[in-house]
């Protein structure tokens, strides 16, 4: 597979591995080796970043879009992460509480489905 495949599956932004890894290409194998069994350059990504968006707005529990109206467009560093979090900006406090809604309602929607379901299967 690509490089940036194997990077987005393991999490870590592409521009900061090794360029023998960017510049080859990853085996299934391989990718199932680095991830029982990471090797110190994949442990400091994975640790101090920078990380790629999807994994910061993880971290900030926000989503990507969210990350985008903050203004975040590029990697961050779990140092960079973790002020933003101790800042706290109205944004990303405003980006918490819509990504709390949002799971509220996807829960919400599927035990409405799950009851949906449960009767349906009564009434057959």
Same mark, same amino acid.
């Given at each position: ?5 194997a990077?987005k ?23 199932? =080796? %680095?991830?029982?069994?990471? $090797?110190? *350059? &994949?442990?400091?990504? /994975? ?5 790629? @968006? ?28 973790? =002020? %933003?979090?101790?800042?706290? $900006?109205? *944004? &990303?406090?405003?980006? /918490? ?5 949002? @799971? ?7 035990e ?13």
């Amino acid at each position: 597979m690509k490089p940036a495949t194997a990077a987005k599956k393991l999490g870590v932004y592409l521009e900061a591995t090794p360029a023998d890894f960017r510049e080859g290409v990853v085996s299934r194998s391989e990718l199932n =080796a %680095l991830q029982t069994d990471p $090797p110190a *350059w &994949l442990k400091e990504l /994975r640790q101090n970043g920078p990380h790629p @968006r999807p994994v910061v707005a993880s971290r900030l529990g926000i989503s990507i879009s969210g990350l985008a109206r903050g203004g975040i467009t590029e990697p961050l560093t779990t140092e960079q992460i973790e =002020a %933003l979090r101790a800042e706290a $900006p109205e *944004w &990303l406090t405003k980006e /918490r509480a819509t990504q709390a809604e949002v @799971r509220k309602e996807t829960v919400r929607i599927k035990e409405r489905d799950a009851r949906r379901a449960a009767e349906r299967a009564q009434d057959a």
